[in-house]
């Protein structure tokens, strides 16, 4: 109703000849915005976003959805939240991002619910709480999305702040699994393999992890597989089969799958050995996110199997950003009074070993200068 209204006026005010904005299109939802349209910007600002028609461009989706947040728009609020929650197109800041999505979801944008339910069970940018977190999925599941039927399945399994409830678990991942979301068909796989929630059946388990990589493409799925092979589920163990789904979940950008296969390449585990390969592995695992690999391949260059030698600082510093601690104390001690290839920054040392102590790992504390 305010597009028309804001048209008319436009209308009212132009002289002779002039051709009113159509708010259908990029241009016309540019000038209705320029005008005071809220929701023109926030129908461009989505379509800045995902690239529908326009090319895509971050920064003027996110100032343009910042806008038609500003005049009510829910969900402009929710992927203006889930923009700042991935740092696209504006500062990430997953505090601000909680309080947008919180909001967008009681306002009854539904993938909001979601994405607010995953900062609440991980805590991210806010105070951990499961128990809001399981209603926010649950709305959203209720709502058709897989993914948060998929989310409080794992909080039904794990039971630390909900009630623990293997089989409503079980039916949640049955669910999502039913409709085509590939991780929960990989989680539906595992229960079914060690007979949690469900009868334990080696068969079913193996559709749910060939359907999870097979049909869907989902890395999880294919890691799976590959463990089960590797376990030899239901038959021999088959390490080069384990290797090939491995390099499967690796491609898909599962992170442990990447280091499971580097292990493999070092230890000839269903290959020949191929420490070029499996270092290349490990590293890639560490790009996407996994502490160990990074400690792993911080070693090999640590141990001079590869060079340059201050990578494996470089290294250090992503695990310990990870929350490795035992790599905090590592790169701390060494920075105290300096080592190959690393200037001493004894301040920054004493900060990494005292982050080490205050998450419980002793060495750290035993390395940390004593506070005044």
């Known amino acids: 109703m305010k597009t028309w209204l804001i048209l008319g006026i436009w209308l ?199 359907k999870s990589c097979e049909t869907l493409g989902t890395g999880s799925g294919c890691f799976l597989l590959g463990l089960a092979a590797d376990r030899g589920m239901g038959a021999q163990p088959d390490h080069q089969r384990a290797l090939q789904f491995f390099e499967r979940a690796c491609e898909k950008s599962h992170a442990i799958g990447c280091h499971y296969a580097a292990l493999a390449y070092e230890q000839g585990r269903g290959t020949s050995t191929n420490d070029a390969k499996s270092l290349g592995l490990y590293e890639k695992s560490c790009d996407l996110g996994h502490a160990p690999a990074c400690q792993h391949a911080a070693e090999v260059y640590a141990a001079g199997k590869a060079t340059p030698f201050a990578n494996s600082w470089h290294l250090l510093d992503k695990a310990c950003t990870a929350k490795a601690w035992i790599a905090c104390v590592k790169l701390g001690t060494a920075l105290h009074a300096g080592d190959r290839d690393l200037p001493a920054d004894p301040a920054r040392g004493q900060a990494l070993l005292e982050k080490a102590c205050d998450a419980g790992e002793k060495l750290g504390c035993a390395g940390a200068n004593p506070k005044p």
């Open 12 to 210: 009212a005010g132009c002289s002779g000849g002039q051709v009113a904005p159509d708010p259908e299109t990029p241009a016309g939802m540019q000038t209705l915005c320029d005008l005071g349209d809220g929701p023109s910007c926030a129908r461009l600002g989505l379509k800045l976003y995902r690239g529908d028609g326009v090319p895509t461009d971050l920064s003027r989706a996110a100032e343009l959805l910042e806008r038609g947040c500003s005049s009510g728009q829910v969900y402009a609020c929710g992927e203006l939240g889930n923009m700042i929650r991935h740092g696209e197109g504006t500062k990430k800041d997953t505090s601000r991002a909680a309080v947008l999505l919180k909001g967008a979801c009681t306002s009854g944008h539904m993938p909001s619910c979601t994405r607010a339910g995953i900062l609440l069970e991980t805590g991210d940018g806010v105070p951990v709480d499961q128990v809001k977190a399981a209603q926010f999925y649950q709305f959203a599941c209720n709502d058709g999305d897989m993914r948060a039927c998929s989310n409080l399945a794992g909080l039904f399994s794990e039971g630390k702040a909900i009630a623990h409830d293997d089989r409503r678990a079980a039916q949640l991942w049955t669910q999502a699994c039913d409709m085509n979301y590939g991780p929960a068909c990989a989680s539906l796989g595992s229960i079914y393999e060690r007979g949690v929630g469900v009868e334990q059946s080696d068969t079913k388990a193996a559709a749910a992890y060939n």
